[in-house]
């Protein structure tokens, strides 16, 4: 991955971090990560944060997913609860936070509460 970074061409080294990032039973999960961390592709990277068999990628995913519909999907529905706590982590809309804190389980419904700013959506949708 490090001669991805020196690449000149950001569509090869985007492409690089790309098929290190997909899932694959060659490459380390710590090592997918990181080349996930690298990626712009904003549908690729909701692809890998909603079906990457490994939690430590689906993580790194939604770190850097910007799709705001999509990280509250994953938030309510992911397997793992890591994953679900970094969705919440990195959401932001208050209406599909207090979908989450409506919907969602344990970690990311309790996460959801927290940053809603409007307590009144907390009596609404939750209560």
Same mark, same amino acid.
């Given at each position: 991955m490090a001669a991805a970074a020196?690449?000149?061409d950001q569509t090869l080294a985007q492409a690089?971090?790309?098929g290190v990032a997909r899932d694959s039973d060659w490459v380390f999960s =710590?090592?997918?990560a990181v080349a996930v961390a690298k990626l712009t592709d904003q549908s690729l990277i909701a692809d890998i944060a909603k079906t990457d068999s490994s939690s430590v990628v689906r993580s790194a995913a939604v770190r850097m997913l910007t799709d705001q519909v999509v990280l509250a999907d994953v938030a309510k529905r992911d397997?793992?609860?890591d994953v679900r706590e970094a969705t919440v982590e990195t959401l932001?809309?208050?209406a599909l936070l207090a979908e989450v804190a409506k919907?969602?389980?344990d970690v990311a419904?309790? =996460?959801?509460v927290k940053k809603l700013i409007d307590q009144?959506?907390?009596?609404?949708?939750v209560l």
């Open positions: 020196k690449l000149a690089t971090y790309a =710590g090592t997918r397997e793992d609860r932001t809309d208050q919907t969602a389980a419904r309790a =996460g959801a009144s959506l907390v009596a609404e949708r």
